[in-house]
């Protein structure tokens, strides 16, 4: 019997064999750990975002704009002088009045207005009662801007027929009362665009 059976001690060369496999095994071990840690390519660093895009805005000027040279700026309170017109001082029993208005710019610059028939309002009053208003049965109104130049005179073209009666929106489509005559007095007033007139024409029906 050998020396080595006797003692039943392995050869040396089996246990060398036994450490190189298990050292073999722990580089692989450490290997696969490395790559999963530092992938091919990877520098090590964490990924940065790139920086959002900035937007660009513009503020809004709070600043209220001039009037660019030549543009000429709506009529404002005291531009405009408003009278009311009739046609006679004294109507008899078959006329009727016709109304109208007269516009006069009292500046020395140009102004834009609205003169049209949505923009007119006609007024009849005897004492403090009013028996007569344009807008209660009007038709169709219509807007017609126009500019008025320093010192210009603009007036109706088309006069409007009162009837002698007394109107309210609720009697358009009916028939109306006459109002009183027989000498009776009547005041018109007129506005146009917002402005009224400074006083009113009296006028009177004498039949």
Known sequence: MSRTEGTGRAPRSVYVRRRLWVLAGLVAVIAIIALVIWKPGSTGAEPREAPAAQSTSVAKSTSTPTPSPGVISECADGDVLVEALTDKSTYGAEELPQLSL????????????NVGTAAQVFTIKSGSDVYWTSTDCQVEPADAIVELEAGQVVASTAPITWDRTRSTPSTCEGERPAVPAAGASY??????????????????LAG
């Open 102 to 113: 007269q516009i006069t710019n009292t500046t020395d610059e140009a102004c834009r207005i």
């Open 187 to 204: 005041h018109l007033s007129t506005s146009v665009g917002g402005f009224e007139s400074e006083a009113s024409k009296q006028f009177i």
